[in-house]
């Protein structure tokens, strides 16, 4: 009977966590749905976000829809068990629907707090692979540095194929200068360096203060995790998950044009400059890429000659597609799941 009972509060809890993010979601969409009538003058009447939502759904070929979702899913599956290949460096087994589920979670966290899958992820898996958090975190960190390698390339890509258009956006749009980046570049650098040297000196110090050895402990376990990029046996498979990867996020933007009757005539270039906008948008610290998701996709779709109000409904569409059908129910699925495979 108490079995019964936890298990009932538990599908409480995970229900009722699923619900306010939907509900924090749709405000979030209706104060924009709101704005963006208020400037082409239609009365707050007749601007019902639910009503447009639906009235955009009907519209939607359903095909490309699953196409996308089938996409972004398998792209999180490469994310798992390119995961699985910097663990197994450091001598860890683990899981692949541990792993899997973990990356769900972590997208899932993000849509509540900017950035808490950073935590939420190596920290579950930990939890049930029993991998010291701090080498977790620290294959975690070459996820991301990887991962800004890979959209600084694909924003080169659509700067040289999206031609003139896109180089009048960024001048006119750009509030950072040429020596501001070489700045941020010097701190980091800077900062790299200094970072070396005070881990050097900690490695050279000797001392029985429990407090030193512990602290001394979990930075080489960070480290340890950094490291493993440099000790990956099949670098030439991890490249290639990569890639599957970052094609899978392309893709998925440039089939649902597909999907959508006003961008259907868009071509590959247009999918690639809307894609690394969106990316910018993910990147941006709103939950899930809330609202800056939006307006950056939105830009990238007036630049190729789509209407504004259209431009905003396909990123609406694509922007809760993915989050309802794949982050919010793979997530919650995980949620539930992941304790009962871990008994």
């Known amino acids: 009977m108490n079995k019964k009972l936890i298990s009932l509060v538990k599908f409480l809890i995970f229900f009722s966590l699923g619900f306010l993010i939907l509900y924090l979601l749709y405000n ?13 003058g239609i009365p707050d009447s007749e601007c019902v976000l639910i009503d447009k939502i639906i009235a955009d759904f009907k519209t939607i070929k359903i095909f490309w829809v699953f196409i996308v979702l089938a996409l972004f899913t398998f792209s999180n599956y490469l994310r798992a068990i390119r995961w699985q290949t910097l663990l197994r460096v450091m001598g860890y087994e ?10 769900m979670l972590g997208y899932f966290a993000n849509l509540g707090f900017p950035r808490l899958g950073e935590i939420v992820r190596p920290a579950t ?20 540095v990887v991962d800004v390698v890979c959209l600084l390339f694909c924003i080169f890509l659509a700067v040289v194929l999206g ?10 749009n750009s509030t950072i200068s040429a020596n501001q980046i070489f700045i941020f570049i010097g701190i980091c650098m800077l900062g790299g360096i200094t970072a070396i040297l005070l881990y050097r000196n900690l490695l050279k110090k000797d001392s029985n203060n429990k407090i030193f050895l512990f602290i001394k402990e979990k930075i080489q376990g960070l480290v340890d995790g950094l490291m493993t990029i440099l000790k990956v046996e099949n670098k030439f498979l991890y490249i290639l998950q990569t890639i599957g990867i970052w094609l899978c996020y392309f893709l998925m933007t440039y089939l649902f044009f597909f999907a959508y009757g006003p961008t259907e005539h868009l071509g590959p270039t247009a999918g690639l400059v809307a894609f690394v906008f969106g990316s910018l948008g993910i990147v941006f610290p709103s939950p899930g890429g809330m609202g800056s998701y939006h307006f950056l996709i939105s830009q990238a779709l007036i630049l190729y000659g789509v209407n504004g109000f259209e431009a905003f409904t396909f990123a609406n569409i694509l922007f809760f597609a993915i989050n309802i059908f794949c982050n919010i129910f793979l997530g919650l699925v995980s949620l539930i799941m992941l304790p009962i495979l871990n008994k």
């Open 94 to 103: 683990s899981k692949t629907y541990n792993a899997f589920g973990t990356v």
């Open 125 to 144: 898996l930990s939890k049930y692979e029993n991998i010291p958090l701090e080498k977790n975190i620290g294959t975690i960190v070459v996820e991301r």
């Open 28 to 40: 979030s969409q209706n104060e924009a749905y709101l704005e963006e009538c208020k400037l082409k």
């Open 163 to 172: 031609g003139e258009a896109m180089v009048d956006y960024i001048q006119n």
